[in-house]
């Protein structure tokens, strides 16, 4: 019974992802709004939501550490592994506005994350200012889109697609529904291979660090590998980046108002990973990989994951 509600949150997760990159891509035509802010906005936000439910309970029941780990994990999954997965699909590229703005307030908000939590902990006061930090980059972001954005981000836009005659209820509904899809597959997912996991003898520090962090971003691997199939390739990246920005800044910011957050089984050593997976996308865009992320690079991201995943459990 395990390996079948396995099986059917995966197949929630293609649907909802395929229906979540249908509805998105529409919208920001029909609003002529570059993908990369609607997967910046809407659907990292969205996808977002199992980390922000995880992380939200644990703060509430005392133990704040889990949502820093799973804040942390996350970021750290979603940079090395979503980027690394997706770049053997296809090339992701990066526009000028992803160098000038996306990826520095990336790396920035990893970097303050970093000096946030030097002392062991996160207070009221600073998840305060992590909330409206947050309202400043997605105001940032949609004053610095243009229409001439929309089209340079867009590299399905010069190919028919067959989302361009869906109606708003249609497109909205499709937005819904694919996020209800992802989160409630990612949850089973996730509570059905922690079954089989604990099942196989696998041990609790496998557990947590592949399955808890990795668990909550299923809706980001799903929503960017979908994407990224149909060509979407900046809506995939806008969703990675937003997502980790959202993450730290809407996450964290939001449970440490409701309680301050502690660091105890989470340490500099994984912030600093997390800080590493930021900087790592801003060497593929400026130097690395000239303005995109190959294939080889996108190696090097899944090796390091696999290392980082070998340092934690050895």
Request: net charge negative; aromatic share 6%.
């Amino acid at each position: 019974m395990t390996w079948i509600l396995l099986i059917i949150g995966f197949i929630l997760l293609t649907v909802g992802a395929t229906w979540l990159t249908n509805g998105s891509a529409t919208i920001a035509k029909r609003l002529r709004i570059s993908e990369y802010v609607i997967g910046m906005t809407i659907v990292a936000v969205g996808t977002s939501l199992p980390e922000l439910t995880v992380s939200a309970a644990s703060t509430l029941a005392g133990n704040t550490d889990i949502a820093i780990g799973n804040v942390v994990g996350s970021n750290i999954f979603n940079v090395f592994l979503i980027l690394g997965v997706c770049s053997l699909i296809a090339p992701i590229l990066f526009t000028r506005d992803n160098i000038r703005r996306d990826v520095p307030i990336c790396v920035a908000t990893s970097l303050l994350l970093a000096v946030m939590v030097w002392n062991g902990s996160l207070s009221r006061i600073e998840g305060v200012v992590m909330l409206l930090l947050y309202v400043a980059v997605l105001w940032y972001s949609f004053r610095g889109d243009n229409n001439a954005e929309a089209t340079s981000t867009s590299e399905a836009g010069t190919e028919p697609d067959e989302t361009s005659d869906f109606s708003w209820l249609r497109s909205g509904g499709m937005v819904v529904l694919g996020l209800c899809g992802l989160i409630y597959g990612a949850n089973l997912t996730l509570d059905s291979a922690v079954q089989i996991a604990r099942s196989m003898g696998v041990s609790e520090a496998i557990i947590a660090i592949t399955l808890l962090a990795g668990g909550t971003s299923l809706p980001e691997l799903a929503a960017s590998v979908a994407s990224m199939l149909k060509g979407h390739t900046a809506l995939a990246l806008g969703n990675v980046l937003g997502s980790n920005i959202a993450n730290i800044l809407l996450i964290l910011g939001s449970c440490s108002v409701i309680a301050p957050l502690h660091m105890s089984g989470v340490t500099m050593v994984d912030v600093a990973m997390a800080v590493a997976a930021a900087v790592a996308v801003m060497l593929s865009a400026l130097m690395v990989g000239h303005r995109r992320i190959m294939w080889c690079e996108g190696i090097l991201y899944l090796l390091c994951y696999g290392a980082y995943v070998w340092y934690l459990v050895k």
